[in-house]
């Protein structure tokens, strides 16, 4: 359902990797300055996040919410009166005028007291009505939705169904009435973060059927006759995030409250050309958020935990491996930082949609490996819960409830294979439908004297690397393209397909890294740390992009003699015992 860029509107307005990615070689203007946040617009959101952390320092025990599964009474309540539901709205609607990267700040730190209280933030200002409501054009749908975001109302997006969300069509259906004054909606949506809770939701639901379907959005009241919360979705993470699922039977919406596609095209409607990119902010926002809250809050408990260690009466930080594990975690949230500042900071809605869509997966990977290696850091005590921690008298940190919300950054707005697929799918669109490479940026400039001058001999080395590596894909994805003129036929080959997307997510955080170390002195972090930071994730990527070239090799080149798959899973899901496989 997602809108897919276009070669025609989606050129980027700021200097974007894009250019690197269709061209394979990397634009030197690129690298003139990393995105650095405005002093004012810095305090403003530093304002506004010490005042969310007063709240939840007064209002809320993390491990209890976990522990019951619901936030505290009155809670809601408190976060609508403060404007915390309206993060980036006008202040004539009540909004507290967050720019993007401080709304991207505020989720984070309130992730880092408590996931599902972050996230519940991130629906309001990334898919919830009054995120939408600056993508809704003038008229009677926008005067209402104005009039509800002004009263403070709490919202959701019910995308995702009983079958899925990978269909082109949901299956949720509109009916117009005869008179033509509503629409009538039947179907079931599941998953639905802040679903439980919401006052108006925005729905998607097809019109029709067959080749003159349409794409409806409907904006609905949650106390619609025939409107129904039916379960509230718990899952191993996330524990008190309002999220369940919703039934729609016969409910009746007016004609002015839903917005309609285009006949045969399963994108947002046409009148609102920033919905997909505000979706798509708003994902980053539930997902990333969170993935930077936990990576630091992990790395913090790392060091508590080593300095109270010792082994054989050594210090436990004075072991190498010890040493190397703290390292890599701290290089894992510099890259992470980075990322993030890229994607967001000086970039206005539209702009930097590649970046955009690849953060998702390089953010909770990332995330998920400085967790797992903080559980591993930390043995019995990372798996132990802090009720028993607390029971023995040990320090409570929250290892464990890290790890179970990580793994649930992988599943949340879709797996991440999935995405991987979809956003390659998106870059190689872009290239199908721009016709011819965009012309080479010129080099003979070559890049910044003091950024250049800034970077250590690895990390110039690592540069060299990420600019063939870059070549290589670009002709990669060029060769594709040229070899299957049928797009459709190039994204039947999915396994290819999701490894050009996890090397497209690398390749990004390896040059935003190496970008961002140029330029520490801008941000404050020092020239000489920022550079062994830069050299321990570039040392490390390098790992990942080598083995994921080789398994792109080995997949694109398979023959009659590659393992057949195909016929053990098939013989498998048609119904053989295992031991019929496997053996005894």
């Known amino acids: 359902?997602?809108?897919?860029?276009?070669?025609?509107?989606?050129?980027?307005?700021?200097?974007?990797?894009?250019?690197?990615?269709?061209?394979?070689?990397?634009?030197?203007?690129?690298?003139?300055?990393?995105?650095?946040?405005?002093?004012?617009?810095?305090?403003?959101?530093?304002?506004?996040?010490?005042?969310?952390?007063?709240?939840?320092?007064?209002?809320?025990?993390?491990?209890?919410?976990?522990?019951?599964?619901?936030?505290?009474?009155?809670?809601?309540?408190?976060?609508?009166?403060?404007?915390?539901?309206r993060l980036q709205n006008e202040g004539d609607?009540?909004?507290l005028e967050l720019s993007v990267y401080n709304t991207f700040r505020l989720v984070e730190q309130a992730c880092r007291t408590s996931v599902p209280v972050g996230q519940f933030l991130s629906v309001q200002a990334g898919v919830g009505v009054a995120a939408l409501l600056p993508t809704l054009p003038p008229g009677p749908l926008r005067d209402h939705v104005r009039q509800r975001v002004a009263e403070g109302v709490t919202s959701a997006f019910a995308v995702t169904e009983p079958s899925g969300r990978n269909n082109v069509w949901p299956e949720t259906t509109a009916s117009l009435s005869a008179n033509g004054t509503h629409y009538v909606l039947h179907g079931q949506k599941l998953f639905t973060g802040g679903g439980p809770v919401a006052e108006l939701v925005a729905v998607s639901a097809a019109l029709g059927e067959g080749a003159r379907r349409r794409l409806c959005v409907c904006f609905v009241a949650a106390d619609s006759e025939g409107y129904a919360v039916t379960a509230?979705?718990?899952?191993?993470?996330?524990?008190?995030?309002?999220?369940?699922?919703?039934?729609?039977?016969?409910?009746?919406?007016?004609?002015?409250?839903?917005?309609?596609?285009?006949?045969?095209?399963?994108?947002?409607?046409?009148?609102?050309?920033l919905m997909g990119p505000t979706a798509l902010l708003g994902q980053l926002y539930f997902n990333s958020g969170p993935a930077v809250a936990l990576a630091k809050n992990c790395v913090e408990w790392t060091r508590q935990f080593v300095a109270r260690r010792a082994v054989n009466g050594r210090p436990l930080g004075s072991y190498e491996q010890i040493q190397r594990l703290v390292a890599q975690s701290l290089s894992e949230v510099y890259a992470l930082e980075s990322v993030v500042r890229w994607s967001l900071i000086g970039s206005k809605l539209a702009d930097r949609w590649l970046e955009r869509t690849l953060i998702k997966n390089i953010s909770v990977r990332t995330a998920w490996r400085v967790v797992d290696r903080t559980v591993s850091l930390l043995g019995g005590e990372g798996i132990e819960t802090v009720r028993s921690k607390t029971l023995r008298g040990a320090a409570p940190l929250p290892v464990e409830r890290a790890f179970r919300?990580?793994?649930?950054?992988?599943?949340?707005?879709?797996?991440?294979?999935?995405?991987?697929?979809?956003?390659?799918?998106?870059?190689?669109?872009?290239?199908?439908?721009?016709?011819?490479?965009?012309?080479?940026?010129?080099?003979?400039?070559?890049?910044?004297?003091?950024?250049?001058?800034?970077?250590?001999?690895?990390?110039?080395?690592?540069?060299?690397?990420?600019?063939?590596?870059?070549?290589?894909?670009?002709?990669?994805?060029r060769e594709l393209v040229h070899t299957h003129p049928d797009r459709a036929e190039l994204f039947a080959r999915q396994r290819v397909v999701v490894l050009l997307g996890r090397l497209a997510g690398e390749l990004f955080a390896v040059l935003t890294v190496l970008a961002r170390s140029g330029s520490s002195a801008a941000d404050g972090t020092s020239t000489e740390t920022a550079q062994t930071l830069a050299e321990l994730y570039c040392a490390d990527a390098d790992h990942r992009i080598a083995g994921l070239w080789r398994r792109y090799v080995a997949v694109s080149q398979e023959g009659r003699s590659a393992p057949d798959f195909a016929a053990l899973s098939g013989r498998w899901l048609a119904?053989?015992?295992?031991?019929?496989?496997?053996?005894?």
């Not at 009746?252 to 309609?260: F, I, Q, S």
């Not at 979809?422 to 011819?436: E, I, N, P, V």
């Not at 119904?575 to 005894?584: Q, R, V």
């Open 232 to 273: 509230s979705s718990e899952f191993t993470g996330s524990k008190g995030l309002p999220n369940g699922a919703l039934s729609l039977d016969g409910v009746r919406v007016p004609a002015e409250l839903v917005l309609v596609g285009e006949e045969g095209d399963p994108r947002f409607p046409a009148a609102t050309p």
């Open 575 to 584: 119904g053989a015992a295992l031991m019929e496989l496997t053996g005894p």
């Open 93 to 95: 609607v009540g909004g």
């Open 405 to 477: 919300d990580a793994r649930g950054l992988r599943v949340a707005g879709n797996v991440d294979f999935q995405l991987d697929f979809t956003g390659m799918c998106q870059l190689l669109s872009w290239l199908y439908d721009a016709g011819r490479p965009p012309a080479e940026p010129l080099r003979a400039a070559g890049y910044p004297a003091a950024w250049t001058a800034a970077l250590s001999p690895a990390n110039a080395a690592h540069l060299r690397t990420a600019e063939r590596h870059l070549k290589r894909f670009n002709e990669t994805c």
């Open 1 to 85: 359902m997602a809108s897919l860029p276009s070669a025609e509107i989606q050129e980027a307005v700021v200097p974007s990797l894009l250019t690197a990615f269709a061209t394979g070689v990397l634009d030197p203007g690129v690298f003139q300055r990393f995105p650095e946040q405005d002093e004012s617009d810095r305090k403003a959101g530093s304002a506004r996040i010490e005042e969310l952390d007063r709240l939840l320092t007064e209002r809320l025990d993390a491990e209890e919410v976990d522990r019951r599964g619901v936030f505290p009474e009155g809670f809601l309540e408190e976060l609508r009166a403060r404007g915390f539901l």
